[in-house]
Every structure is written in structure tokens, then in C-alpha cells.
């Protein structure tokens, strides 16, 4: 998303709405993908040489559970601030912080849900599902 001085008059403000391709921002990593583009609605102001942002972001992120492997979607939604210095610069382009955001919000431990079960260290059932036929009793 990109930012034009030259389209700012008279202390009025700027409203942008685009959807990014997720593929464009890199931020497929591990356990945490993204299915779809994700949304950003963003209104700016330009004050002499400053520029604020105030964008929200809205995304579809799928995650594989740490516990037990299995895939779940999760929406993603964030309203952030950005303070820019644009002395000499023609374009403001936020699609770094946009994915700076994404990241800092990926939590380092992802369940599907907070009493997931796992798997079972001997056989590999997923323990959600119900008991395994092994003969270790695990704790419900």
C-alpha cells in the first residue's frame, strides 16, 4: 500500500483500501499461513513533514496445532499507528510494517483449542478424537 505526497491537500485526509497478497509480503512460516489476501483499510494525514497512519488489518491465518498436527483457521484483526518523517521522499509504501505486524502477532505456542490433548507419544493418535489403543492410560 502506497502513499503519494503529491495526492495530499489542504490538511484533508487520505482513505485507502487494498488487499495484499500474502504471497507478496512473505509471511508464510511454520505453523502460521495465510489463505486469502489480506484486507488493509488506512487513513493518513500529512502535517508538514510528518505523515500518520492509522490502518487496520484484517486477515484469515491458518495454523497447525503444536500439539496435535491438526490444521485450524484463526481471523486476524489489528488496528495499528504508523509515524512516518517524510522529508524528501515523494511515496510512503507500508507493506514492510504491515508485515512486521503479522509477525510480531504469531503466538509462539498454537493450539486449536486450549485443552488440546495431542498426540500420543506411542502411537501417534490424536488424542482429541478420543483414547488410543495403547496400553499407557493417559490422563483425560
Same mark, same amino acid.
Given at each position: 500500500?502506497?502513499?503519494?505526497?503529491?495526492? *495530499?491537500?489542504? %490538511?484533508?485526509?487520505?482513505?485507502?483500501?487494498?488487499?495484499?497478497?500474502?504471497?507478496?509480503? %512473505?509471511?508464510?512460516?511454520?505453523?502460521?499461513? *495465510?489463505?486469502?489476501?489480506?484486507?488493509?483499510?488506512?487513513?493518513?494525514?500529512?502535517?508538514?513533514?510528518?505523515?500518520?497512519?492509522?490502518?487496520?488489518?484484517?486477515?484469515?491465518?491458518?495454523?497447525?496445532?503444536?500439539?496435535?498436527?491438526?490444521? *485450524?483457521?484463526?481471523? *486476524?484483526?489489528? %488496528?495499528?499507528?504508523?509515524?512516518?518523517?517524510?522529508?524528501?521522499?515523494?511515496?510512503?509504501?507500508? %507493506?514492510?510494517?504491515?508485515?512486521?505486524?503479522?509477525?510480531?502477532?504469531?503466538?509462539?505456542?498454537?493450539?486449536?483449542?486450549?485443552?488440546?490433548?495431542?498426540?500420543?507419544?506411542?502411537?501417534?493418535?490424536?488424542?482429541?478424537?478420543?483414547?488410543?489403543?495403547?496400553?499407557?492410560?493417559?490422563?483425560?
Amino acid at each position: 500500500m502506497k502513499f503519494h505526497m503529491k495526492d *495530499f491537500r489542504d %490538511d484533508q485526509s487520505i482513505l485507502l483500501e487494498e488487499e495484499i497478497e500474502a504471497g507478496k509480503l %512473505d509471511i508464510d512460516i511454520g505453523v502460521m499461513r *495465510f489463505s486469502d489476501a489480506i484486507l488493509v483499510k488506512a487513513q493518513a494525514w500529512k502535517i508538514e513533514q510528518d505523515l500518520t497512519i492509522e490502518a487496520h488489518i484484517e486477515a484469515d491465518r491458518q495454523f497447525t496445532c503444536s500439539l496435535c498436527l491438526e490444521e *485450524f483457521h484463526n481471523v *486476524f484483526e489489528k %488496528d495499528i499507528t504508523l509515524h512516518y518523517d517524510i522529508k524528501g521522499l515523494d511515496s510512503v509504501t507500508i %507493506d514492510t510494517d504491515i508485515r512486521d505486524e503479522l509477525l510480531l502477532e504469531h503466538p509462539i505456542r498454537v493450539l486449536c483449542r486450549p485443552d488440546c490433548r495431542g498426540l500420543c507419544a506411542t502411537c501417534g493418535a490424536n488424542l482429541n478424537e478420543g483414547a488410543c489403543k495403547c496400553k499407557i492410560n493417559h490422563k483425560v
